[in-house]
């Protein structure tokens, strides 16, 4: 839409609905080409499901956690053109996963610096064999080899596998999917790899195998408001733009032909040249004019859904055995974590370890055996620690363990749910 708007001849005001990222980044470009964009989010802050606020104790509580890959390229373009690239911390070049079978023990595949990919990668999945021995690393070679050889089209053709059909068709052993795309399925999607398109494991793969550093993360140096929502926002507002918050769009007003003649807010109607829709897909079916309801491009949204997702943040004690960079947990309920004592500058604590984990598959349709989603803070908090105890069974047990200072636990699909914005306590 922005390239296309790129040849109005005069300044348009579109009106951006959401102020995650994808609605601040819409608005940041809309201003870069000329145009006023005029941003309404529901809630009072910033940043979507990378938002946080502060607790009673100052604290930061966020939404998510968050880490940036190298091969994001319109979040790295998006950071270089903010002038924020230094706010992130980027990590050793490796991928670390827990080993539940010696509980308290990681390995590492160590993407050896100044190595072209693919090497890099083939160094890197060569060089371990904690995982995955080399019949099985030969074994996987047919299902990959076409994606590397014919990219993009061979990966779009795989959207109708699961990740089961895929591999059965292509005669991976279990141990692959155990091993790797469980935890793969978990940190992209938040769910079971069976119940995941083959097509998104394979975008990943083939990204993080084409590019050097495709597959090196980063964290931002501290709280996303501040470091990353406001810069965004005042970029917007110096160049013409506008951002509201604490502003729900209720209703899409249509006239004639299902034409948006406005939006309908708690504060009147706001009207615009063009409307861009940057809400979560729930969110957008909830809203979509009856008007839209027999055009295929909108009954087609009828068919996607959002995947519900935990966050939790555990405030410990003491210092955990602590790794400078994500981890894989590779246990049932939980996916991928990070000690932010360790990671993040803004949250450095030298003496104590505040985990931040991403708790997934959280409902039976992604996976789990429980709905998680909707079940009370204390019964997440149980069944976490109790993966936990594998994870770090020097440090988190009943007797003797570091004791929970305080924790909390954001349950990211209510958010999408809760049609009057109150959930956290932002407002
Ligand atoms: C726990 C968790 C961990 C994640 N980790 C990573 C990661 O490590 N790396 C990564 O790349 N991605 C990660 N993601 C995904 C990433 O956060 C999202 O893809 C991205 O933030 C989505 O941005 P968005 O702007 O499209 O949507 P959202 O962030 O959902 O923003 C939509 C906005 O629309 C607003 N809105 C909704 N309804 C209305 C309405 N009626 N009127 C006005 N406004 C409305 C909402 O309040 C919200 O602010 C993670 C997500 C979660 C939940």
């Known amino acids: 839409m922005i390239a296309s708007l790129n ?21 940041k470009y809309l201003v870069d080409a000329g145009h006023k964009p005029v941003v309404l989010e529901a809630r009072k802050v910033l940043g979507g499901k990378v938002s946080a606020w502060k607790d009673k104790d100052g604290n930061w509580i966020e939404t998510g956690l968050h880490i940036f890959f190298g091969a994001y390229p319109n979040m790295m373009n998006l950071f270089s053109e903010l002038d924020l690239h230094e706010r992130l911390q980027w990590k050793p070049h490796r991928m ?8 308290g023990t990681f390995t590492s595949f160590e993407f050896p610096p100044n190595v072209p990919a693919p090497f890099n990668m083939a160094a890197a999945i060569l060089s371990n064999n904690e995982m995955l021995g080399l019949v099985e690393k030969i074994q996987m070679v047919p299902g990959l080899l076409p994606m590397l050889l014919e990219g993009q089209d061979f990966i779009d053709a795989q959207d109708e596998l699961s990740v089961a059909e895929f591999m059965s068709k292509y005669g ?24 995941l398109s083959m097509s998104v494991i394979l975008t990943a793969m083939n990204r993080f195998i084409n590019e050097a550093d495709g597959s090196q993360t980063a964290f931002l140096d501290g709280n996303q408001p501040d470091r990353l929502c406001s810069p965004m926002r005042e970029y917007i507002e110096k160049r ?5 918050t604490g502003v729900p769009v209720r209703e899409i007003l249509t006239g004639e032909g299902g034409r948006v003649e406005g939006l309908s807010t708690d504060g009147g109607t706001v009207e615009g040249d063009y409307y861009v ?16 309801s027999g055009m ?94 594998n994870v770090f069974p020097e440090d988190v047990k009943d007797e003797g363990g570091a004791k929970v200072e305080k924790y909390t636990v954001e349950q990211v699909q209510a958010i999408t749910e809760d049609t009057n914005f109150q959930l956290c306590p932002c407002g």
Do not use: H
Not at 7 to 25: I, P, Y
Not at 277 to 292: E, F, G, R, T, Y
């Open 7 to 27: 040849g109005a001849k005069e300044s348009k005001r579109v009106v951006v609905v959401g102020g995650g990222l994808s609605g601040l980044a819409c608005a």
């Open 96 to 103: 670390t996963f827990a080993m539940p079978k010696n509980p």
């Open 172 to 195: 991976m052993p279990e141990s692959v999917k155990k091993e790797i795309f469980i935890a793969m399925g978990k940190a992209l999607d938040f769910m079971d790899p069976d119940k």
């Open 240 to 244: 013409g733009g506008e951002v509201r």
């Open 277 to 292: 829709s940057a809400m979560p897909v729930d969110v957008m079916k909830k809203l979509l004019p009856k008007a839209w």
């Open 296 to 389: 295929p491009f909108f009954t087609q949204i009828n068919e996607l859904e959002g995947v519900p997702v935990i966050n939790i943040q555990i405030w410990f004690d003491r210092k955990l055995p602590a790794l400078d960079g994500l981890c894989f947990s590779r246990s049932p309920l939980l996916s991928v974590y990070a000690d932010m004592s360790v990671c993040c500058e803004e949250y450095y604590d030298e003496n104590k370890s505040m985990l931040e984990l991403v708790f997934a598959p959280a409902t039976k349709a992604a996976g789990a055996e429980r709905n998680w989603i909707s079940e009370s803070d204390e019964d997440i908090l149980e069944a976490t620690l109790k993966e936990l105890e």
